[in-house]
């Protein structure tokens, strides 16, 4: 899902930071023909669609062979440091430039969200999770997503219903940016 959409919106604004809560970076090559959930990010940078030196990944948790030179705020970092340490780090990072943000719902503890097809254990709580969104709220946010909640894997709807919540709150931070970049914010 974010493959299309990330190109679409560096179709519009240019060259876009990538702000991206995940497990895994993503970053595994392709063959070029092909497609998936763990080698979009080597796509994009490699076809200028994203700017790796503006371009942030959050709560990685396992090892790709190559990271592009995008700054990663591992897992183990994230229990180390308050939501709004993360989410000024984001910030300063990304700056004033559009940016795509995509949640990985396996950023998530399993504990949080089971239902997803690469669980990897010591993930964001969801309260976590929330609090550093809600830090994000002058970010130039231009499109975002949140990809692999997997039903056959939710026990009780825990995985949809944080997905959903994760959603909402991608929208107010779009909106808020909006309201912000119009001058309406105080």
């Known amino acids: 899902v974010t493959w299309p959409l990330l190109k679409a919106h560096a179709a519009q604004h240019g060259p876009l930071a990538l702000v991206h809560f995940d497990a895994h970076q993503d970053t595994w090559d392709d063959d070029g023909q092909r497609i998936d959930h763990g080698s979009f990010v080597c796509r994009a940078v490699r076809e200028g669609v994203i700017d790796p030196t503006a371009?942030?990944?959050?709560?990685?948790?396992?090892?790709?062979?190559?990271?592009?030179?995008?700054?990663?705020?591992?897992?183990?970092?994230?229990?180390?440091?308050?939501?709004?340490?993360?989410?000024?780090?984001?910030?300063?990072?990304?700056?004033?430039?559009?940016?795509?943000?995509?949640?990985?719902?396996?950023?998530?503890?399993?504990?949080?969200?089971?239902?997803?097809?690469?669980?990897v254990i010591g993930g964001l709580t969801s309260y976590q999770a929330q609090e550093i969104l809600r830090g994000l709220a002058g970010l130039n946010v231009v499109g975002m997503d949140v990809v692999e909640v997997s039903p056959p894997y939710d026990h009780a709807e825990v995985t949809a219903l944080a997905g959903a919540t994760i959603a909402n709150d991608l929208l107010a931070l779009h909106a808020a940016g909006r309201k912000a970049r119009k001058g309406g914010a105080k």
């Open 55 to 119: 371009s942030i990944q959050i709560g990685i948790r396992t090892e790709a062979p190559e990271d592009f030179g995008i700054r990663i705020i591992p897992g183990y970092e994230v229990e180390d440091l308050s939501a709004k340490a993360i989410a000024d780090q984001i910030v300063a990072h990304v700056g004033t430039r559009p940016c795509y943000l995509t949640f990985d719902i396996d950023c998530l503890d399993p504990s949080a969200a089971p239902g997803t097809g690469t669980p």
